[in-house]
């Protein structure tokens, strides 16, 4: 249950912060911080100028501390200093697809106001270790942690993945933990979409809810770059150097709107050291019939005491597609 009180406005827990909001997000644990803690961030309803934008959801920055999230489906909400957000929500838009503006797109610009770097990334929970899955759309990054999910393992982020830097190491900061699955990927992992809500109006996406949410930042232990291509052996290796940064790079959440941010003097966000974390690349054959094998490597690596110094890759199960 939310903190909230009889106007509806309910307190949860987004990253560490206390935030107050006007719209119910059911992808957020409750605030169990100190009660007499002010809201760091609090959402509104209000209006927000009209603005135009290429894609079906656009971040246009307009200043350090100042952006508009603008989406065809939700509607548009302003992003004020790291604290303040303004939902302009359109008449009869999906609940659903609200909240994953909210906690996607809106949650990425409030952490590089607040000089955050952020990962787009499905991360999960392995025996104390957060390891993020990212990859290009379509990578299969969500139905990997779906089958993790099922294995037993929490997902602490769905979309947007906040880092923050703790006595030397990079910890990933909980947000979104309800994961976005295609139709048929539910089906996949035997659930049942009857009962799940949608999560977009137009697509055939449900939330699969995660039980029990975290609000804690976990040590990230890995970053888990996913690539689909004409193989039929899986490899897990490790990514040094240049190509350790280009892997990082390339999980930036929104590289254009880091971009953006890093060019109007929020320095912070441009450091791509991720340390305490290893980076590795997962070639896999394109096909959905060996994500257990993947999930079971995956783990495999969770459990290994020299994690962030493996030097050699890590074989998976060969297999034909």
């Not at 909210?102 to 104390?128: E, F, K």
Request: hydrophobic share 40%; glycine share 10%; proline share 7%.
């Amino acid at each position: 249950m939310t903190l909230a009180n009889a106007a509806g406005v309910s307190d949860y827990a987004l990253c560490g912060w206390r935030f107050r909001s006007e719209i119910p997000i059911e992808a957020l644990p409750a605030w169990d911080g100190d009660a007499a803690h002010p809201p760091d961030i609090e959402l509104v309803r209000g209006n927000v100028p009209e603005v135009e934008g290429p894609g079906p959801v656009t971040v246009i920055v307009t200043g350090p501390k100042s952006a508009t999230v603008l989406s065809q489906e939700a509607g548009r909400f302003a992003v004020i200093d790291g604290r303040k957000i303004i939902a302009d929500v359109l008449p009869g838009a999906l609940p659903g697809f609200v909240e994953v503006t909210i906690a996607g797109p809106v949650l990425g610009t409030i952490s590089y106001q607040r000089g955050l770097l952020s990962l787009h990334s499905n991360t999960i929970v392995i025996d104390g270790r957060a390891i993020a899955l990212s990859g290009r759309s379509g990578a299969g990054k969500s139905t990997l942690a779906a089958i993790l999910m099922k294995r037993g393992h929490r997902l602490i982020s769905d979309d947007v993945l906040p880092l923050r830097q703790i006595d030397g190491r990079t910890f990933g900061l909980p947000g979104s933990q309800n994961l976005r699955l295609w139709g048929e990927a539910v089906e996949m992992i035997g659930e049942s979409k009857e009962g799940l809500r949608r999560a977009d109006s137009v697509r055939e996406k449900y939330f699969l809810p995660t039980l029990h949410k975290t609000t804690e930042p976990w040590p990230l232990a890995a970053l888990i770059w996913l690539e689909r291509g004409a193989t039929e052996r899986h490899l897990l290796r490790p990514c040094r150097g240049m190509f350790r940064t280009r892997a990082i790079y390339k999980a930036i959440y929104r590289q254009h709107l880091w971009r953006d941010f890093a060019s109007s003097g929020t320095d912070e966000i441009t450091k791509l050291s991720l340390p305490g974390a290893a980076v590795f690349d997962l070639l896999r054959p394109r096909g959905l019939d060996l994500l257990e094998e993947q999930a079971r490597a995956i783990e495999h690596l969770a459990s290994r005491n020299d994690l962030p110094t493996l030097e050699h890759p890590v074989p998976v199960q060969s297999a034909r597609r």
